[in-house]
């Protein structure tokens, strides 16, 4: 069983930066495949970036490359959302997860790929 907990989130204007994180506590966590998904107002949650266990691949959805950087530390145990450029459109609340499943080559990408979840931190970038 793995924990997470987000921290990082607040409020910043347009074209501005912010850094999350998750802290991960229990299971393995350099074997889990991560991924940071959002949920906005009245919309569903979607993927926004994932991370290999090993850190050496990544995949971000559209709307964030170029702007966001997945990053992360196993001997911290802790993951990271580097957010730069930052947009209205981008308030969320931002969750962190964990997948114990095996991918091979690809990543996890969808909701139903993560097993374990955050509480979520809340983004708000003002226009």
């Known amino acids: 069983q793995v924990h997470l907990v987000e921290s990082g989130g607040g409020l910043v204007q347009a074209g501005g930066s912010l850094r999350l994180s998750c802290a991960a506590s229990?299971?393995?966590?350099?074997?889990?495949?991560l991924g940071w998904l959002r949920q906005a107002p009245g919309k569903e949650r979607e993927f926004v970036a994932a991370?290999?266990?090993?850190?050496?691949?990544?995949d971000y959805a559209d709307s964030v490359k170029g702007r966001f950087t997945i990053s992360r530390d196993n001997a911290q145990n802790t993951v990271y959302l580097q957010m730069n450029s930052l947009k209205p459109e981008d308030t969320a609340v931002y969750y962190c997860?964990?997948?114990?499943?095996?991918?091979?080559?690809?990543?996890?990408?969808?909701?139903?790929?993560?097993?374990?979840w955050g509480q979520g931190t809340q983004v708000t970038v003002s226009s």
């Open positions: 991370i290999k266990w090993n850190g050496r691949s990544t």
């Open positions: 997860a964990a997948s114990r499943r095996v991918f091979r080559i690809t990543l996890p990408t969808t909701l139903d790929q993560y097993d374990y």
């Open positions: 229990g299971g393995t966590f350099s074997s889990n495949d």
